[in-house]
Each structure stands twice: as structure tokens, then as C-alpha cells.
């Protein structure tokens, strides 16, 4: 790895541009009473296969689940960090559009499917569901 002595100071990175695709983030804790691993174990064994057969199209271009690591937490906590302590994971979810996404997430029966599943491992009222856009450098 270079030292950052010889690194260029002039150098600046382009601002990118603004992506027309839709990402959700979405910040989750598991339902009171199951293990993060049969959270896992559902989730990939039930929920998003099951969602996958009924999603109406457009669908979505991606669907990630990334674990909150207990143990990174508690490190960056102890050096004063701000963590995402009490959520479990965090879930990406993209589309080609705004328009495109919310067609998909308010289709009556994929909301009424989704709503209900995930109130088996999910503790929905926690939550919080901030819209962000992402300006991704692969578009």
C-alpha cells in the first residue's frame, strides 16, 4: 500500500452522476423471540423465494440482506462511534425507477403477501423507512 505522503494532493474524484435508479435502504431488527440465525434461515429459505414467485413486474434489479456484526459494533462503540445497535441487518432494495418501485411494493396482493410474512420474523413497527438515493458508480 502506498504512503500517503506520496499519494497527489490535487487529485479529486468526480461527483457522480445522479443515478436514475430507486434503492430503499431499509434498517431491520428480528422479531422478539428468534435467533439471528433463523432470521437468516428464514429469510433466505422462505421469505425471498416466496416474495420472488409472486413479485409483479417490473421486479426489482436487486434484493441484498447485510447482517449488522454484533462484535464490529461493539468496537466501533467503544471508540466513540455511532453504530446501528439494536438493528440486525441492513436491506438494499433497487429498482430501474422510482415509479418502478413503488409500483412493485404497493401491488395489493405483493403488499398483502409481503405484510404478512414479514410479520413472522420481521418487528415491523421498528422500522424506520428512510428514502435514499444512492448515487451507485456502476449505472
Do not use: C, Q
Not at 506520496?6 to 434503492?23: E, F, I, M
Not at 428480528?30 to 409483479?56: C, D, N, Q, T, W
Request: net charge negative; hydrophobic share 40%; glycine share 2%.
Amino acid at each position: 500500500m502506498p504512503d500517503s505522503s506520496t499519494l497527489p494532493t490535487d487529485t479529486t474524484w468526480p461527483v457522480p452522476p445522479k443515478s436514475s435508479r430507486a434503492r430503499l435502504l431499509l434498517f431491520v431488527r428480528r422479531k422478539p423471540g428468534l435467533s439471528k440465525e433463523e432470521f437468516r434461515e428464514y429469510y433466505y429459505k422462505h421469505h425471498v423465494p416466496s416474495m420472488l414467485a409472486i413479485m409483479p413486474e417490473p421486479k426489482y434489479l436487486k434484493f441484498h440482506l447485510m447482517e449488522i456484526n454484533d462484535e464490529i459494533n461493539a468496537l466501533l462503540e467503544s471508540r466513540g462511534a455511532e453504530t446501528l445497535k439494536g438493528y440486525d441487518n441492513v436491506m438494499l432494495v433497487e429498482a430501474a425507477s422510482w415509479e418502478d418501485l413503488f409500483k412493485i411494493r404497493n401491488d395489493e396482493a405483493f403488499y398483502k403477501a409481503r405484510m404478512e410474512d414479514e410479520a413472522r420474523f420481521i418487528d415491523v413497527p421498528s422500522v424506520p423507512l428512510p428514502l435514499i438515493s444512492i448515487p451507485f458508480l456502476d449505472d
